[in-house]
């Protein structure tokens, strides 16, 4: 099941970046980078596909580095005038 893994992967990353033009380039660049631990979580409540306790360990880390990222706070205002 590869191909389809790897379909469900170019329509979430497809998805996420049209949703994310509204923002920021950081905040884009960061929140593509939970695209990979999203997808594995698609693809276990799916296809019940197995994850190693590496792997899980690694999405975690992924996503908890985006998490800690985005919630820094940022000018309203990042134009200089």
């Not at 593509?32 to 999203?38: D, E, I, S, V, Y």
């Not at 409540?45 to 190693?52: G, K, L, V």
């Not at 792997?55 to 134009?79: D, I, K």
């Amino acid at each position: 099941m590869p191909g389809v893994a790897s379909a469900f992967y170019r329509v979430l990353f497809a998805a996420m970046a049209l949703w994310s033009i509204r923002f920021f380039q950081t905040v884009v660049s960061l929140t593509l980078l939970a695209t990979a631990p999203l997808t594995a979580l698609l693809a276990l409540t799916i296809f019940a596909e197995r994850m190693s306790r590496l792997q899980v360990a690694g999405g975690v880390l992924v996503l908890v580095g985006v998490w800690m990222a985005n919630r820094v706070q940022r000018p309203a205002n990042p134009v200089a005038s």
